[in-house]
């Protein structure tokens, strides 16, 4: 643990209640999209809409929002962050209509793109070796938790209140966060240069048009001319990043350097592939069974409880054995035992039983990912230096979320099958799944060196 810090504990819960912000929140909208889309007249396309509205910002923001909590000051950035989330929950519960209702998710989605890299880069910053493992495993625990409560809790708000007293549950939430991190989180910026402000807006602008691209393809369904110009604008963008950062070298916002580092890259392809693999899930199955297997929003929060359950019990455990053994084994098997539950998800039938037909596949998936969530977040912080915490964190973030964004995309294909071919959409959906989480584990096992209990995965930065 570092010198510096004060009050462990209580860092640690100041960046626990302000990621469960994020993961409340994505866990509970699901949960309440069918309601959405009656009380507004939403079709399925506005349905993929109250989701990417969110993702899409998210996205496009995370990198930058690391960066300017490693510059101007983490825990400021944070509190910040938190306040754009509240302020924006507050327009989701009141929105009178679609349009209202999609742009409050914007602006959360940018609150979370500020409050979600700063979070941990927090926790890199403040703990060391075995400490920083515990601390990551107690975080990742909490955002399990808060995933596990927040389908069940949001169901019966929906059935007994509505759909807008979930956005409600938000603001209790960020009061603690920003009380206990403005009172007991010290202050960290590592950043004595300007901030790489060109480098910032073309990651940005980037991530922002390729976002843009797959959320229009996601509900045209189609590779219409949006979609192309989206997805070739940004990848022109991000190219002009990679020179204007490989140009300014040390000083740029995501120094080229890191990509030098073969877990570092090892650990960006398995998050693209594992979270895509894993927001699909999280959209699909609960929509299935409210949809195809007449479940209520409260039915379908509690099928979604054994999975946060293992998590959030494991996870300090593995955080902890990650520390002693390295992140190679744990980001093999994880994976793979993972995309055995997705196989196993191929069974689903939401007319037949919830024991026999979804809860083996949903228990194997949460003990796979039990087995990878605390040691990639630990594994992306201990890639590189405190320096750079807050960077990696948030580029590691928008790979997930963009891996999550393509989900939504193929997700929204699925929804939009209607009730008839609602169940077999599903079960191609969990083939796919299964074969990038397969290929994540294997991603792992190439790219991660071994190490000993003390030492640094090999090629740190």
Known sequence: MSQSTRHPNWTIAATMLASSL?????????????????????????????????LLPLSALLLLGGAAGDHFGRRRMLVAGIMIFAIASVGCALAPNLEVLLASRAVQGIGAA???????????SSFEGEAKGRAVGTWAAAGAIASAVGPPLGGWLVDAVGWRAIFYLNLPVAAGAIAI???YVDESAEGEQPLDWTGAALATLGLGALAWGLTVWSTEHAATAETWIGLGAGVALLGSFVFTEHRLGERAMMPLALFASRPFVGLTVLTFLLYGALGGLLVLLPYLLIVGGAYTPV?????????????GTMSRVTGRLTEKIGPRWPLTIGPIVTGAGFALLMRSDPQASYWTSVLPGMAVIALGMS??????????LSSVDDRHAGTASGFNSAIARTGGLIATALAGAVIAEGRAGLTSAFQAAAVLAAILAVTSGIVAFVTLGDRSAKGKPDGRV
């Open 22 to 54: 994020a993961f409340i929140d994505g866990s509970v909208v699901n949960v309440a999209l069918p309601a959405i889309g009656k009380d507004l007249n939403g079709g399925a396309a506005s349905l993929a809409w109250a989701i990417n509205a969110y």
């Open 299 to 311: 039915q379908a929060g509690l099928a979604l409880l054994p999975f946060s359950i293992v998590i």
């Open 371 to 380: 087995l990878a969530v605390a040691p990639l977040t630990t594994a992306v």
């Open 114 to 124: 500020i409050l979600m890299p700063n979070s941990l880069g927090i926790l890199g």
């Open 181 to 183: 991190a403005w009172l």
